[in-house]
Nanobody
Framework: QVQLVESGGGLVLAGDSLRLSCAAS????????MGWFRQAPEKEREFAAA????????VYADSVQGRFTISRDNAKNTVYLQMNSLKPEDTALYYC???????????????????WGQGTQVTVSS
């Protein structure tokens, strides 16, 4: 059974940094694309960042480009999202996601991802 468990969220001030973690179990995700999405209250879930299989490519939403960095630790079967220069508009529930088909490059499309975690809350106060 595949599980994705996010952690690292919290309440921070604008300009601060946070690092989110997504620990995967039930499968080794080295060869699978993984990503981060986020959902603010009363808004649609939106793409933030993703890493293709084996780190083949990385993709970022324009709103986080240059501030967020996605990375993997294959030995730990974990993907991270380093978030710097946080803004109040980054406040959201952050979800980790993974594709079910291996050897695919990262995409921004929510429907391309099959496994989802429960989310970790990030709140940025001004």
């Amino acid at each position: 059974q595949v599980q994705l468990v996010e952690s690292g969220g919290g309440l921070v001030l604008a300009g601060d940094s946070l690092r989110l973690s997504c620990a995967a179990s039930g499968r080794t995700f080295t060869n699978y694309a993984m990503g981060w999405f986020r959902q603010a209250p009363e808004k649609e879930r939106e793409f933030a960042a993703a890493s293709g299989w084996g780190g083949s490519n990385t993709v970022y939403a324009d709103s986080v480009q240059g501030r967020f960095t996605i990375s993997r630790d294959n030995a730990k079967n974990t993907v991270y999202l380093q978030m710097n220069s946080l803004k109040p508009e980054d406040t959201a529930l952050y979800y980790c996601a993974a594709m079910i088909i291996p050897y695919r490059r990262a995409t921004m499309r929510r429907d391309d991802y099959d496994y989802w975690g429960q989310g970790t809350q990030v709140t940025v106060s001004s």
